[in-house]
């Protein structure tokens, strides 16, 4: 199985701050990976998919990057309703696998 | 507008078994493979199963292998979880949510929870 370590599991940053999530895969995912933002009580939302591409109607300061085993999700300057959890998605082969998440909190 | 509503989660004791089901509607369901994801209280997100879109490929995390079973009837644009054998770690919010190409979990219900106690 593939195991996806997403780094890191908190951070707490200012409104207009860059920020970063990494996600590493295992093994080889070639581009099959997906990021998602929840917020509680509600069902997650895609941000970027195939690694790179930008959802519909998701901001532009979302990006995701990256090829392989490893992968990024960049805030490019985070805004007040940015504050969630992230998770990145392997869905190269199953079982699928999700990273542990990344809370974003508020300084 | 693609709508996914889960339904039949519940309050169960321990041993006892349970059936989810997930109603699709505005989009072409037998077109979409599906799956099921669930998160325990407080915890995170953890693929559970999928079903192919013809219903004949079906794919489970081991935790879950032998217990689970996942189903659909396209006729009823519905997908099913026949959960079985439970515990209280499967204790969780279920989400379904629809898969194609460039698709993946693109939509997900809002949700039906499960609570495994005595």
């Known amino acids: 199985d593939i195991q996806m370590t997403q780094s890191p599991s908190s951070l707490s940053a200012s409104v207009g701050d860059r920020v970063t999530i990494t996600c590493r895969a295992s093994q080889g995912i070639r581009n099959d990976l997906d990021w998602y933002q929840q917020k509680p009580g509600k069902a997650p939302k895609r941000l970027i998919y195939?690694?790179?591409s930008l959802q519909s109607g998701v901001p532009s300061r979302f990006s995701g990057s990256g090829s392989g085993t490893e992968f990024t999700l960049t805030i490019s300057s985070l805004q007040p309703e940015d504050f969630a959890t992230y998770y990145c998605?392997?869905?190269?082969?199953?079982?699928?696998?999700f990273g542990q998440g990344t809370k974003v909190e508020i300084k | 507008q693609v709508q996914l509503v889960e339904s039949g989660g519940g309050v169960v004791q321990p041993g006892m078994s349970l059936r989810l089901s997930c109603a699709a509607s505005e989009f072409t369901f037998s077109s979409y493979a599906m799956h099921w994801v669930r998160q325990a209280p407080g915890k995170g997100l953890e693929w559970v199963a999928a079903i192919s879109y013809d219903g004949n490929r079906q794919y489970y995390t081991d935790s879950v292998k032998g217990r689970f079973t996942i189903s659909r009837d396209n006729s009823k644009n519905t997908l099913y979880l026949q959960m079985n054998s439970l515990t209280a770690e499967d204790t969780a919010m279920f989400y379904c949510a629809r898969d194609r190409v460039d698709q993946t979990f693109d939509y997900w219900g809002q949700g039906t929870l499960v609570t495994v106690s005595s």
């Open positions: 195939v690694a790179s």
């Open positions: 998605l392997q869905h190269s082969s199953y079982p699928w696998t």
